[in-house]
């Protein structure tokens, strides 16, 4: 199983231009995250998911729209980049519990830089 | 509104020092606690979680935790760290179901 990926690893923007990110999971899970770490601040949530067609708000979700039209797939949309949005973000996924306490699997990251 | 606190943002230590990381939180009521660690170049894996039961928790690499309720504290522990602990490690708090919130993190530097 590859668990959790992100794609691209990398990406440089200008200011005003759009990107998707790209997070898949091969484990069946039904709950995804978007999230996004800055030096100094730990990670911070910016939308999640739990199950294929619904999405929600995180800590951070101003400038990025999410979608979940595939259980396995979760994509990250900046419509307008901004400098603001220089970061590291990262995906995870966890199985829906009957109880809380439930593991989050993490991907690799995604370096986003906007000049 | 709910926090998780991690006071030592940096650490450096040598080999077979024993190594104690800080977390405090700010809920109120039930909370699970995670610690992940961050291997360089790596993603975030579970070190340990606690939920309920024991208040000592023992993770993978021989790491433990102890959850004291009184004090709002989930501190890591390891009696000998070895370079391989070179990572930085992020305490979190189940905030509402299955929704984590994340201290800023502890650099830890082990030297050889």
């Known amino acids: 199983n590859a668990g959790v990926t992100q794609t691209p690893k990398f990406r440089v923007l200008k200011t005003g231009q759009s990107m998707t990110l790209l997070c898949a999971q091969d484990?069946?899970?039904?709950?995804m995250y978007w999230y996004r770490q800055d030096p100094g601040m730990g990670l911070r949530l910016i939308h999640y998911?739990?199950?294929?067609?619904?999405?929600a708000k995180g800590e951070v979700p101003d400038g990025y729209n999410v979608s979940r039209l595939k259980k396995q797939n979760f994509l990250l949309g900046l419509e307008s980049a901004a400098p603001s949005q220089t970061s590291v973000y990262f995906c995870?996924?966890?199985?829906?519990?009957?109880?809380?306490?439930?593991?989050?699997?993490f991907g690799p990251g995604t370096r986003l830089t906007v000049l | 509104a709910q926090s998780v606190s991690q006071h030592n943002h940096h650490v450096i230590l040598s080999e077979a020092a024993s190594l104690e990381l800080g977390c405090n939180y700010s809920y109120g009521g039930t909370v699970n606690l995670f610690w992940y660690v961050q291997y360089p170049g790596q993603h975030l894996q579970l070190l340990l979680k606690y939920f309920s039961g024991d208040p000592l928790v023992k993770g993978i690499k021989g790491f433990e935790a102890e959850f004291i309720k009184s004090k709002f504290s989930f501190n890591l522990r390891k009696p000998s760290v070895q370079w391989s602990d070179t990572a930085e490690y992020f305490c979190?708090?189940?905030?509402?179901?299955?929704?984590?919130?994340f201290g800023t993190g502890t650099r830890l530097l082990v030297s050889p």
């Open positions: 484990m069946n899970h039904e709950y």
């Open positions: 995870a996924s966890s199985h829906r519990g009957v109880a809380p306490g439930n593991e989050q699997f």
């Open positions: 998911s739990v199950g294929e067609g619904t999405t």
């Open positions: 979190a708090a189940e905030s509402s179901f299955q929704k984590l919130v």
